[in-house]
């Protein structure tokens, strides 16, 4: 009986093991054949880049935009001799600055910015400027202000502007409306705009190539290019001037003087104590006359009384 009992208990020991492995096994199949969830905001979650749209393309997600490239031209604005002001462009998700100096360049007062990007400044009057700018859902839209910058108006729709587009490298806001990039390289943003007159604007392209339009962006001419340009701007259409990077004649900055609207580069002054070797960090160029201009390169500012043809350091 004991031997009997024992088998029966040893019997059903092993087919208890075997259930127990059958089971196990199954589960384990069932495991594997179900799908992993992916975390959220992992990188597997995100669709890669090429086959998301971007926000204003066909079937774009509103909350998924281009931010400006740091390869643009930071706002800067000379009033006269003493006032300027300058900033950093930022991006349609933030991150643009804004300052203004009362001394030549001595001393600068941040000002609080309303819009999340900055794309060009402008002066209407002594105390009066405009922030053309970008908001958070990249439209461009014009900030107002009578106090200097102490306060600010709400945004109104831009008209009448030359000024890239916010959230592509692809197109310009011009009077005549958006129209196709001009520069060589449609997909590359111009480094800057220049605005002229009601109709006449000046695009820096990236490889030094000036373009220019007369009529409202309808139609652009090519200049002569200038290799190794980084900022221009225009005191009219025929006078204006570019800052080059490691120009042939000075170690640093050099200013290149137009007097035909680009047809002829003509050798100005040097400027600048050190080379800015980070290619994302522009300088800025801007003229309040024919004579005086102002140059600012990665926050030091430099003077020009005479049209570009000497620099100095704010005294």
């Known amino acids: 009986m ?3 009992g024992g088998s029966l208990a040893t019997v059903g020991l092993i087919m208890l093991a075997v259930v127990a492995l059958v089971l196990a096994f199954a589960a384990m199949r069932s495991t594997r054949s179900s799908p992993t969830p992916t975390p959220t905001g992992s990188a597997l979650a995100t669709p890669s880049e090429d086959k998301k749209p971007n926000k204003g393309e066909p079937g774009g ?18 009033v006269d001799a003493e006032l300027a002001y300058r900033g950093r462009t930022g991006t349609c998700l933030g991150g643009a600055t804004l300052e203004r100096t009362t001394n030549g360049g001595n001393a600068w007062r941040p000002l609080d910015v309303p819009a999340e990007a900055i794309l060009d400044l402008r002066a209407v009057g002594a105390d009066s400027v405009e922030v053309v700018g970008a908001d958070e ?40 409306g958006v129209v196709r990039n001009p520069c060589p390289d449609r997909d590359i943003a111009p480094l800057s705009v220049e605005q002229v007159s009601e ?34 701007a225009f005191e009219g259409p025929q006078l204006g001037w570019v ?31 050190v080379r800015i070797d980070d290619d994302r ?11 005086d201009g102002w140059a600012d390169l990665a926050g030091q500012s430099w003077l020009s009384p005479d049209g570009g043809l000497r620099w100095r350091l704010p005294s």
Not at 138 to 167: H, K, L, M, N
Not at 203 to 218: F, P
Not at 247 to 267: F, I, K, M, R
């Open 2 to 4: 004991r031997r009997s």
């Open 199 to 232: 109709t006449e604007a000046v695009l820096l392209c990236g490889g030094g190539e000036v373009v220019v339009t007369a009529d409202s962006g309808v139609t652009w001419d090519a200049r002569t290019p200038v290799v190794g340009a980084q900022a221009v």
């Open 281 to 291: 960090v522009l300088p800025s160029l801007s003229f309040a006359t024919p004579t």
């Open 243 to 273: 800052l080059v990077r490691d120009g042939a004649s000075c170690p640093h900055y050099e200013a290149q003087v137009t007097q035909d609207g680009g047809t002829s580069w003509n050798l100005g002054g040097c400027l600048g104590d």
């Open 137 to 176: 859902r990249c439209r461009v839209q014009v900030w107002s202000s009578v106090d200097a910058g102490q306060t600010w108006s709400e945004p109104a729709r831009a008209s009448g502007i030359f000024v890239r587009r916010a959230d592509t490298a692809r197109e310009i806001e011009t009077p005549s």
């Open 61 to 78: 997600d509103p909350g998924v935009t281009n931010a400006l490239p740091e390869t643009i031209e930071p706002p800067l604005l000379m």
